[in-house]
């Protein structure tokens, strides 16, 4: 079945420092593909999406392309904040019609 | 719009009761979805409605576990027999019915479950 693979955390980093936190997929057919964020003893929020092969989605600083022949879509930002810190999930949505999300990724950022 | 509302927040309760939670997704939004999160996981996947018809629930959606959505509009989680391994939060989200993987799907505050 369709299935995300999110790296391990914790994932440490100084203000400003860049950031990369990966996510690979597997799934049949065409998936959409998201990125959801979630701080302390909240829901999830919506961060990024791209529905369709070499697209790229971006909000807030962060970016990440669907790369199709690499099954991936990596989290990026180019220098992060503390009011970053929190838990990055990745997730498909595909013929399923449901989300399917990676494990999540702890993010601390330190001033 | 207001956001997908999800109530109780919190619910403390004893083995054995019985719980409800209750989720008001995004107005016209006819796809409502039930997930439940425990402490490091993602979500996972309970059970989804297309207006009140329910189309699809997770092998981890025990007979204890039952979901309505009797009108097509707000919908109910209700746990039954409750034990400390339903200890959870429980995310409602909703989103436009399909027709393209990319509608997005919003989620509520969730509804913190503990059993004692």
């Known amino acids: 079945g369709d299935s995300v693979t999110q790296m391990e955390g914790p994932v440490t980093l100084s203000e400003e420092a860049f950031l990369t936190i990966n996510c690979t997929y597997t799934?049949?057919?065409?998936?959409?593909l998201f990125w959801y964020v979630q701080y302390p003893g909240e829901g999830l929020q919506l961060l990024l999406k791209a529905t369709k092969a070499d697209d790229k989605g971006s909000n807030k600083g962060f970016e990440a392309t669907y790369r199709k022949e690499t099954t991936s879509f990596h989290l990026e930002k180019g220098s992060v904040q503390v009011s970053d810190s929190a838990v990055y999930f990745c997730a498909l949505r595909g013929d399923t019609d449901k989300l399917i999300f990676g494990t999540g990724t702890r993010l601390q950022v330190f001033p | 719009d207001t956001g997908v509302s999800q109530n109780p927040r919190h619910k403390i309760t004893k083995r054995g009761q019985n719980v409800t939670f209750r989720c008001d997704p995004i107005s016209e939004h006819n796809r409502l979805y039930w997930y439940r999160q425990t402490l490091g996981q993602g979500p996972e996947f309970l059970t989804y409605?297309?207006?009140?018809?329910?189309?699809?629930k997770s092998r981890l959606l025990s007979d204890r576990f039952s979901a309505e959505r009797p009108k097509g509009s707000f919908s109910t989680l209700e746990i039954q027999r409750t034990e400390q391994g339903d200890s959870a939060m429980y995310l409602c989200a909703s989103s436009l019915m399909a027709g393209a993987s990319g509608n997005t799907i919003y989620f509520g505050e969730g509804s913190w479950l503990t059993v004692v």
């Open positions: 409605f297309q207006n009140e018809a329910q189309l699809e």
């Open positions: 799934a049949t057919g065409y998936p959409s």
